[in-house]
């Protein structure tokens, strides 16, 4: 008995297995080839980093980390986890702009706005027109006690633009 050594043609082995029986059972003579169903392929499991597989990546690319986490979260992906990465990012990247436009992310929508001081409010008050109103909230703090140079000048403006003689000499008394 002789042993003859067959070896596969080398663009074969790019095949799937399947696809390589497929190729090696068409029948001589150019009779129809029988079509064999291909089982379909396992999935790979899911890759799911680690930690220190993270940071080995940071460590060797920290620009294309924050670039990818920027996109992820100022896309479809903007979850907490990744708006706090990136912030920290930011932060070891010295990027002060980043991390407080981060910083607006996380705070919640839903969040009431800080309250306005006394102060903001005469301001704003004086901005739309209303000195009336920026003079009723400053003009009690000015009288109980000793009231901020900022405080003063705002008052000062109101009292100025009500003609207001009295309210202009509790603002000097105070100054």
């Known amino acids: 008995m002789r042993l003859v050594a067959w070896t596969m043609p080398a663009f074969l082995f790019a095949l799937p297995c399947c696809e390589q029986v497929k ?32 940071v080995g990546v940071f460590q060797s690319n920290p620009k294309a980390v924050k670039e990818v986490l920027s996109k992820r979260v100022h ?21 002060d702009a980043c991390v407080a436009d981060c910083q607006l992310l996380l705070v919640p929508q839903d969040a009431p706005a800080p309250k306005k001081s006394a102060v903001d409010q005469a301001r ?7 000195p009336e109103a920026a003079k009723t909230l400053l003009l009690p703090i000015a009288a109980k006690g000793k009231p901020s140079p900022e405080e003063l000048k705002v008052l000062k403006a109101a009292c100025d633009a009500l003609k207001d003689r009295a309210c202009l000499d509790v603002v000097k008394a105070k100054h």
């Open 23 to 54: 190729a090696f059972a068409q029948p001589a003579g150019g009779a129809q080839a029988t079509t064999a169903t291909c089982p379909p392929l396992p999935s790979a499991p899911p890759v799911t980093p680690t930690p220190e597989s993270a």
């Open 75 to 95: 896309g479809d992906q903007a979850t907490p986890d990744n708006i706090r990465l990136l912030q920290a990012v930011c932060a070891n990247a010295h990027d």
């Open 124 to 130: 704003e008050a004086l901005l739309q027109g209303r």
